[in-house]
Nanobody, 119 residues
Framework: QVQLVESGGGLVQPGGSLRLYCAAS????????MGWYRQAPGKQRELVAA???????NYADSVKGRFTISRDNAKNTRYLQIDNLNPEDTAVYYC?????????????WGQGTQVTVSS
């Protein structure tokens, strides 16, 4: 059974930084695409960054220049470096991935990690 577990969230002051982690575990043959989403109170969940198994990345316009997505294939882990945080970044951050466990790709979600930006 495949699981995605996020970590690294917390309370940070405006202008600060955080590094979020998304670790995939279980029977994993390959990870195709992994994305980071966020959902603020009263708002829809939105994609902020994604990375393919080839290393291609894309970002939401609102986070370009401040968010960096990266990967460690050996550890089946993806990272989201968030710099220059502002209160509008406050949200629950989720990772999502298309993972092949040996037969076909399925889509998985993690449980989320809370990021709160406040002075």
């Amino acid at each position: 059974q495949v699981q995605l577990v996020e970590s690294g969230g917390g309370l940070v002051q405006p202008g600060g930084s955080l590094r979020l982690y998304c670790a995939a575990s279980g029977s994993i043959f390959s990870i195709y695409t992994m994305g980071w989403y966020r959902q603020a109170p009263g708002k829809q969940r939105e994609l902020v960054a994604a990375i393919t198994n080839g290393g291609r990345t894309n970002y939401a316009d609102s986070v370009k220049g401040r968010f960096t997505i990266s990967r460690d294939n050996a550890k089946n882990t993806r990272y989201l470096q968030i710099d220059n945080l502002n209160p509008e970044d406050t949200a629950v951050y989720y990772c999502n991935a298309d993972i092949n466990s040996g037969t076909s790709y399925y889509n998985y979600w993690g449980q989320g990690t809370q990021v709160t930006v406040s002075s």
